[in-house]
Every structure is written in structure tokens, then in C-alpha cells.
């Protein structure tokens, strides 16, 4: 079947191939690179298939004259013969053909490019000219395969029996972590609607309606601040189940992942391991940890003299040592490195970082060794085989407060591994975080959920008995190669549990009645137990198509300002508009 042919075209560029010599084809598409060579001029031209070299021979004068018009990005159709090039272009899937063209329609001329199709361009010129952005090969090989991505993720929820069902976008502003996009309403005045961060309330009421199984692709708002891999709008796998646990639904998006990595990266996970947040925090210091990196955080605290460590460096209360021992074989590591390595450690506030080559010498020349002013030549000998760091011939130590040390160290630790240039191309290392904490303290001091206030802690009794920030909810999240790719919870089904919950974060009884009615008031009439999970879909693709930017998986992003220089939105708007909908500016 030729898929390419309409009333225009008979074929794509991109479909061209050795069956085809001599036969006559019509194609359309852009002009992508022009040469004039003495009697030939040469054309490739482009589709969003692909790119096929185009003659044009002097012999046919008016022809000749016409193509000498052509410039890049024109748009055109044109007719001709296949045939097979003396020299073969072995960069192009069509580089064994050419069409040597007998008719040619200019159908649109195009003025000259503002931007490099053939480089990178900057990100607010990438955006304010999409439309061109969009003709790279590679943007349109993005597009393409996160199409196919969502066909994908379609067959499997239906094999899997889960109902597809939209869930409405002009809703009800709620407490779900960041800020709401808001929508005035002209009819009801000073009212608003808000733009949902996630369908959350709505898929749980959905499994209160009686549905078994729902998954949505949904647009999701949340005005939070940006970064390379997150965006003011987004688009994510939304899933939720009834009569489940945690247990139950982390089996089937194991599934889903292990089937879509087998399908567009031809790749089989070894394994699926799964470790709690504390136990992430402790060894990686993240919970989003890469485990292609071998290196570990070690807790060495106990080896040193922690009270000469807190007088020096006069600390309030505990100090906290953490070292990281690494095997640098091929010396990748220089005396430039570690300048750089203590420049960081001091934009941490890290009271004290140093680095320790751990060779035969060190305990002969311990005087000339930092370290053993704080540990004795038997302590350390001891740490060393603990550790099992014969094996290693460099050590990192870190000294702080527990939170400083760790979060420095975390970052750290990826730091070293790149520097130690070790590869891991086409290796992915999944891995469940479980068992997050269910609230935190926020900068103000409040008590706040981790997640988000539907979660459902592992033990219930402990919302009524323990101190909420030790209370440990049934969440859980999927890290790929340290990115986040999807997170999920079991949820609160009762109703006094969920009262309970809105307590503890300081939701009063007009917040709760405002926001939450309807949930509380569901929440009534017999909710069955559920849990659910949401994928980022532009995470997933951009993992896939190997982007480091989630901008190039997504059709019209905005920039890092939540700005789109495309459009120029955010715009103001006209005062007769404000006035419809009773609103005033300054």
C-alpha cells in the first residue's frame, strides 16, 4: 500500500527506493539544499518521510529556467522518472535513487530562514519559529515516535481491560501542591475555574462511580517553576484501579514499561529492584537515584572522634560523616578536579570536604594527612575493611550537619561519576521508590503532605498515634536512570481518614467544605479501596528518543519563563474583556 498518495502526490520522498526505477512518480514537499552544476541543478526535497535528491537537466530550457528560481524551503511538486544515481549517497535511506524531474509547480515561495535548520539554535528562536523548528529531521523523528508511543500505550491499557475516559479541564481550584492556573468565569461573576494540576479527584470519584479500571492521556497545569524536563503544561498516563494494593499496580506499570522499552529500545530489564526512600536517601542521597552509578554513600561517622570534629568546625549539636570510596583505575581524576570539587562542597555550606588517595603510603605519613586529626591510624584501618576499600584508591569525606552532608554528597556523587568517564551507553536501570514519608514541615514551618493529601499511609492507626512527620505513606514512585518517570499512591477510601488527613495539614472546615465537598460527600456511599499511578508521558518519550530536553519532544513548548515567543503568550488582554468578566489590573 502506498500511503503517500492523495490527489497531489503518489508517493512520499521518504518511500522511494530500487523498485521504483523507472517509473513516474509525483512527490511534494520543501526544498531543503539547491545546487547549480553547470548543466544540472540538484534538489533535495523534503517530506516528513524523508529526503530524496531531485534533477533538473538544461535540456528542457523552460524547465531549467524555472528550477533556477528555486531557493531553500520553497515549497513545491514535482513529476518525473525514477532512476539510479551513478554515486550513491549512502548517508540517505533513499540515497540509490534520484527523480529526474519532468514538471514543476512551484506551490508556495518561501522568504529567507531566520534560523539554521542544519544547527542548534537558541531556545527562544527554537520556539518563535516552530513551524521551522518542526521541519528538522529530528523534531519530526520526536513527533513521530511519541505518536507512536501513545498508540502503543492505548493497545496495552486495552489489553489490560482499562476504560479510556476524559475528565474535565475547567474544574475547581484544590490543594494538590503547586500553584492553580485560574479561568474567570463571565457568567458567574467573581468565580473561577482552575486549570487541573492532575484528573486526581476525578479518577478516585470515578472509582467510587462503580469503574474498575480507568487510564487517561491527560493535559495537566501546574504553575510551578521550570526546568529542562518540566513544563507549565504537560501531558501524562493517567491510571487508577479498584479492589488493588500498591503491590498489585506497581505489577502492571512494570509491565507496561518493560513492554515499551522492549518495543522502541529493543531492550530487556535484568531486573525491577525496589528500595525505600530512606533507604535511597541514605545510599544514593536522592530519591531519584541513577544505579548506573556503582558509587554508594557511606556513614563512617562512628570511626571518627566526632567531638574534636563539632569543636573544630563548632557545630551545635551531631556531626555527620560520609565518605564515598571510589576505584579511579585510569586516573581520570586530577589535582584540577579537586579544586573544583571544594568549590562546590563551599556553595553547600559543606563545613569540610577532602580527598584522601588511599594507597600503602597514607599510614606512614599520617601527620601529612588531614584525616587523622580526627581518626586514629586503628579506626581507619578498620573503616578501610569495613568497607571492603582495598578495592579503591581514592576517598571522599564529607563533614556536616546530617541534611548538608547528604544533599551535597548526592549531587556528588553524579558529579564523580561523570568525571570518572564511565560508560554505560544502552544500559537502563529501573527502580522502585517506596515508602516515602506521607507529610514534611514546609518552609513555614506548617505541616505539609509529601505527595498529596489523598495518599493513604501504609498503617492507618499511625495518623492517630505517631508523629505525623515519622507517619510513612503507601506511595510509590519509578526512577529510570535518575528520572522520575512516574509516581502513584494508594488512596484514602474513607472518610474520616481523609478528615483526619485535611486536620493534620490545617484544611479547617470552611477550606474542606469549600474545596473538597464533593469528595468527602463521595467518599460516603461505600468507596471501594484504589490506588493509581501517572506516568510523564514527554519524560518517557524524551528518555526514549535520548533528548536531554523535554522541549523537543513536545510539538509547542513553552521556554523556561512559561513564555511561548511563537504566539507571545502570555498577552494582555482588552479592557472590554475585563470588563465582561468583571476583572481590574492594577
Known amino acids: 500500500m502506498i500511503f503517500g498518495k492523495t490527489n497531489m502526490r503518489t508517493n512520499y520522498c521518504g518511500e522511494i527506493d530500487l523498485s521504483y526505477i523507472g517509473r513516474r512518480v509525483v512527490l511534494c514537499g520543501w526544498v531543503s539544499s539547491y545546487r547549480n552544476i553547470n548543466k544540472i541543478i540538484f534538489v533535495n526535497l523534503r517530506d516528513c518521510y524523508g529526503i530524496i535528491q531531485i534533477t533538473f537537466s538544461n535540456i528542457d530550457v523552460n524547465l531549467f529556467k524555472k528550477a533556477k528560481k528555486l531557493r531553500n524551503e520553497y515549497c513545491i511538486q514535482v513529476s ?48 518563535k519559529y516552530r513551524y521551522l523548528e518542526l521541519r528538522k529531521k529530528n523534531m519530526l523523528k520526536n513527533l513521530f515516535k511519541r505518536s507512536e508511543i501513545i498508540n502503543f500505550t492505548k493497545d496495552f491499557m486495552k489489553s489490560e481491560k482499562f476504560m479510556f475516559i476524559e475528565t474535565p479541564i475547567l474544574t475547581r481550584s484544590s490543594k494538590e501542591g503547586a500553584r492553580d492556573y485560574i479561568v474567570p468565569s463571565r457568567i458567574h461573576k467573581s468565580k473561577f475555574y482552575a486549570l487541573p494540576q492532575s484528573p486526581q479527584l476525578f479518577k478516585q470519584i470515578l472509582m467510587i462511580s462503580g469503574v474498575d479500571r480507568y487510564y487517561q492521556i491527560a493535559k495537566c497545569f501546574r504553575d510551578e517553576d521550570l526546568r529542562s524536563d518540566r513544563q507549565p503544561e504537560f501531558t501524562q498516563i493517567d491510571i487508577e484501579m479498584s479492589f488493588v494494593n500498591s503491590k498489585q499496580v506497581r505489577s502492571i506499570m512494570q509491565k507496561f514499561i518493560k513492554h515499551l522499552w522492549r518495543k522502541f529500545k529493543k531492550y530487556e530489564f535484568d531486573s525491577f529492584p525496589s528500595i525505600t526512600f530512606n533507604e535511597s536517601m541514605t545510599l544514593y542521597g536522592t530519591d531519584k537515584p541513577d544505579l548506573r552509578n556503582p558509587l554508594k554513600l557511606n556513614n563512617v561517622s562512628k570511626f571518627f572522634n566526632k567531638e574534636k570534629i563539632i569543636s573544630k ?67 581507619f584501618t578498620s573503616m578501610i575493611s569495613k568497607f571492603n576499600s582495598k578495592k579503591y584508591n581514592l576517598a571522599f569525606f564529607c563533614f556536616d550537619k546530617k541534611e548538608i552532608v547528604y544533599k551535597f554528597m548526592g549531587f556528588f556523587r553524579k558529579k564523580i561519576w561523570k568525571d570518572l568517564k564511565i560508560k554505560s551507553k544502552n544500559v537502563w536501570k529501573p527502580v522502585w521508590i517506596t515508602d516515602f514519608p506521607m507529610f514534611s514541615i514546609n518552609k513555614d514551618g506548617k505541616l505539609c503532605s509529601v505527595h498529596h493529601p489523598f495518599t493513604s499511609p501504609k498503617c492507618l492507626n499511625d495518623l492517630y498515634t505517631t508523629n505525623p512527620t515519622d507517619i510513612i505513606s503507601d506511595s510509590y514512585d519509578m526512577v529510570i536512570n535518575g528520572y522520575e518517570v512516574g509516581s502513584g499512591s494508594s488512596r484514602i477510601f474513607k472518610k474520616k481518614i481523609q478528615e483526619k488527613v485535611f486536620e493534620l495539614i490545617g484544611v479547617d472546615e470552611k477550606q474542606k467544605n469549600n474545596q473538597f465537598n464533593y469528595l468527602i460527600e463521595a467518599l460516603k456511599y461505600g468507596a471501594p479501596p484504589h490506588a493509581g499511578f501517572a506516568f510523564g508521558l514527554d519524560r518517557l518519550v524524551m528518555l526514549i528518543v535520548k533528548s536531554k530536553n523535554i522541549k523537543d519532544v513536545i510539538a509547542f513548548p513553552k521556554t523556561t519563563e512559561a513564555v511561548c515567543t511563537m504566539t507571545d503568550s502570555p498577552s494582555k488582554v482588552s479592557n472590554k474583556l475585563l470588563n465582561d468578566l468583571s476583572l481590574k489590573i492594577g
Open 80 to 127: 518525473g522518472i525514477i532512476k539510479k544515481r551513478k554515486k550513491p549517497n549512502r548517508n540517505l535511506l533513499t540515497g540509490n535513487v534520484e527523480l529526474s524531474v519532468s514538471s514543476l509547480k512551484i506551490i508556495n515561495k518561501s522568504d529567507p530562514v531566520p534560523i539554521n535548520l542544519e544547527k542548534e539554535n537558541s531556545e527562544e528562536i527554537r520556539i
Open 313 to 379: 568546625y563548632n557545630f551545635e549539636d551531631e556531626a555527620t560523616i560520609i565518605s564515598i570510596f571510589v576505584d579511579d583505575k585510569h586516573n581520570n581524576i586530577k589535582m584540577c578536579h579537586m579544586d573544583k570539587y571544594k568549590c562546590l562542597s563551599k556553595k553547600f555550606g559543606v563545613k569540610e570536604f577532602f580527598c584522601i588517595k588511599l594507597d600503602s603510603v597514607i599510614l606512614e605519613n599520617e601527620k601529612y594527612n588531614k584525616i587523622f586529626q580526627f581518626i586514629s591510624k586503628n579506626s
